[in-house]
T-cell receptor
Framework: AQSVTQLDSHVSVSEGTPVLLRCNYS??????LFWYVQHPNKGLQLLLK??????LVKGINGFEAEFKKSETSFHLTKPSAHMSDAAEYFC????????????FGRGTSLIVHP | DTEVTQTPKHLVMGMTNKKSLKCEQH?????MYWYKQKAKKPPELMFV???????INESVPSRFSPECPNSSLLNLHLHALQPEDSALYLC?????????????FGQGTRLTVV
């Protein structure tokens, strides 16, 4: 079985400060992990993905994430938040072997204050 | 063209109506998906089509009927819906249903059942 836990339902930062959105996964197999962003009333956009290559993954808009197998984590970071980063962020895991069913975390709402 | 196009953007329907949602992609993807998303929740997988064949049905009620006429098109036929079916319906596509392939999402259809 696979699961993904986003530890924070809301994260609030000031513009220009670092962003950390946390994601832990549980998977019996080698996982593929994704971060998606969803702005209000919009579809989901892929930020980045991990598929067993480099453990530090760089994505769009200055975001990056590090896969840590020992901690079963895939946290999303950005050095400096921008107002336009305010959105809902989803961590997603798929596992190798078996049926392809992506499992979504509950989502983290990022709030950016001026 | 990296777009998944969904029509209509908004739909209001009565409980006795029959309506259809449409999704189109021209990226040559062979896997297409329907998701349902309630407010403040992650998307829930409904159906997966792989090479125009239904491969996953996540125990969705029969009042939702998917159809994949060709590799570029995906429809969701709606009949006798309930108010609790009101949600954002998202279509997505990916190259295949391999676990390390990312999905591209449409903007969604906001459905209201009255």
């Amino acid at each position: 079985a696979q699961s993904v836990t986003q530890l924070d339902s809301h994260v609030s930062v000031s513009e220009g400060t670092p962003v950390l959105l946390r994601c832990n996964y549980s998977s019996s197999y080698s996982p593929s992990l994704f971060w998606y962003v969803q702005h209000p009333n919009k579809g989901l956009q892929l930020l980045l993905k991990y598929t067993s290559a480099a453990t530090l993954v760089k994505g769009i808009n200055g975001f990056e994430a590090e896969f840590k197998k020992s901690e079963t984590s895939f946290h999303l970071t950005k050095p400096s938040a921008h107002m336009s980063d305010a959105a809902e962020y989803f961590c997603v895991v798929t596992l190798s072997g078996g049926s392809y069913i992506p499992t979504f975390g509950r989502g983290t709402s990022l709030i950016v204050h001026p | 063209d990296t777009e998944v196009t969904q029509t209509p953007k908004h739909l209001v329907m009565g409980m006795t109506n029959k309506k259809s949602l449409k999704c189109e992609q021209h990226m040559g993807h062979r896997a297409m998906y329907w998701y349902k998303q309630k407010a403040k929740k992650p998307p829930e997988l409904m159906f997966v089509y792989s090479y125009e064949k239904l491969s996953i049905n996540e125990s969705v009620p029969s009042r939702f009927s998917p159809e994949c006429p060709n590799s570029s098109l995906l429809n969701l036929h709606l009949h006798a819906l309930q108010p609790e079916d009101s949600a954002l319906y998202l279509c997505a596509s990916s190259q295949e249903t391999r676990v390390n392939t990312e999905a591209f999402f449409g903007q969604g259809t906001r459905l209201t059942v009255v």
